[in-house]
Structure formats: structure tokens, C-alpha cells
T-cell receptor, first 112, second 114 residues
């Protein structure tokens, strides 16, 4: 099955700086890569996703890049704010079964 | 749009009893729903895939007789934890597939078995 690895496990940044989280996946058939933000005790919220036919996608301060050849994708958050503090999960899935395989998560702390 | 609700939000039960958790898609029809379990400070682990009108597909290592899943309609899936034990205490989260691939999550149910 699909194996998704996520790094780093924790990330502390100064407010206003950028944060980058990287994930790798094992199954070359994976073609959908969402990112979720989860605050303590809350549901994971989809913040951005990318499909394999696109190399980059941006939504305001958040961007995701995908390198299919290397089988890795990254989340970039610019101009970080304290409310960006949360656990971020990457995931990968194959369109024929839609099951998501999650990375282990990255705890992001934005220091004011 | 794409709102998923879950009930109850938390439940405490005694060891040996059964607990039912409901997952509803409120503003869309979900042919596929998923059930996850999340232990403290860990990632989400897929337990099973639930398709409307058919039997659920369980992930390896998940006991289908212990975690009963029913997907009776396009907006409702239920998870019943049978003969619960303290080790079943966890955060159970459902998700529903909307559109081509997007999954939206319910708020989760915190189960504590005493």
C-alpha cells in the first residue's frame, strides 16, 4: 500500500517568516495530494490540494508543489501568523479507491 | 458547502457495552464515507471504507465484527463499537467524499471506555 512520510515532525517559526513541510510518497499511481490543518481536538480541515496533472497550486499565503518524478510534494506557508499554529497533515490517494494515506503530521508553532 | 456532522461528540461507556456513532453529510450526497481512528498526538489511521448499499471494506488489522459499519443512505453512515474495552478509547472521525476526490471530515467523536 501507499506509504507517506512527512518532515519535519515539529516546526517553530517566527511570525512573518515562511514555513515549509515536505512529504514523500511511495506509490507512483497516487494522483491526489491534499493537505489538512488540525487544531487540538478539532476536525482536520482541507486547506489545499493538488492533482498529479499540476505542478504547483497557490491560494493566498498557502502553496503546494508536486514533483511526480521524485514522488514528493511540499506545503509552503508564507507570512505566517499565530493562527497558523496547528498540526498539518499531508496525504496521498489513488483515484480508483479514494482512500487517503496520511503522513505522521507536523506540529507548527508560530512565535509572536 | 460540504458539511459533515458527527454524533455524539463525546461518549463515555463501560467496558463490554456497545456504542454507535453517526456520520452525516448535511448538504451533499456521499456515496463513499470513511472511518478513521486517531490516538493522541498521532496521525489518522483509516479503519474502513463505507459505500452506500454495500458492505464496508476494512483495513488490515481492523476487526470487522468489533467495528460494525452501516451505510444505509447517501447521507448517513454509522460505526458501532461492540463490546468496547479501554483500549478502544480514541478519537473516531468520519469523512465523506464530495466531488471527485475531496474528503471532508466530521468533527470527531471522543470515546472513553471505563
Amino acid at each position: 500500500g501507499e506509504n507517506v512520510e512527512q518532515h519535519p515532525s515539529t516546526l517553530s517559526v517566527q511570525e512573518g517568516d515562511s514555513a515549509v513541510i515536505k512529504c514523500t510518497y511511495s506509490d507512483s499511481a497516487s494522483n491526489y495530494f491534499p493537505w489538512y490543518k488540525q487544531e487540538l481536538g478539532k476536525r482536520p480541515q482541507l486547506i489545499i490540494d493538488i492533482r498529479s496533472n499540476v505542478g504547483e497550486k497557490k491560494d493566498q499565503r498557502i502553496a503546494v508543489t508536486l514533483n511526480k518524478t521524485a514522488k514528493h510534494f511540499s506545503l509552503h506557508i508564507t507570512e505566517t501568523q499565530p493562527e497558523d499554529s496547528a498540526v498539518y497533515f499531508c496525504a496521498a490517494s489513488i483515484s480508483n479507491d479514494y482512500k487517503l494515506s496520511f503522513g505522521a503530521g507536523t506540529t507548527v508553532t508560530v512565535r509572536a | 458547502g460540504a458539511v459533515v456532522s458527527q454524533h455524539p461528540s463525546w461518549v463515555i461507556c463501560k467496558s463490554g457495552t456497545s456504542v454507535k456513532i453517526e456520520c452525516r453529510s448535511l448538504d451533499f450526497q456521499a456515496t463513499t464515507m470513511f472511518w478513521y481512528r486517531q490516538f493522541p498526538k498521532q496521525s489518522l489511521m483509516l479503519m474502513a471504507t463505507s459505500n452506500e448499499g454495500s458492505k464496508a471494506t476494512y483495513e488490515q488489522g481492523v476487526e470487522k465484527d468489533k467495528f460494525l459499519i452501516n451505510h444505509a443512505s447517501l447521507t448517513l453512515s454509522t460505526l458501532t463499537v461492540t463490546s468496547a474495552h479501554p483500549e478502544d478509547s480514541s478519537f473516531y472521525i468520519c469523512s465523506a467524499r464530495a466531488g471527485v476526490s475531496e474528503q471532508y471530515f466530521g468533527p470527531g467523536t471522543r470515546l472513553t471506555v471505563t
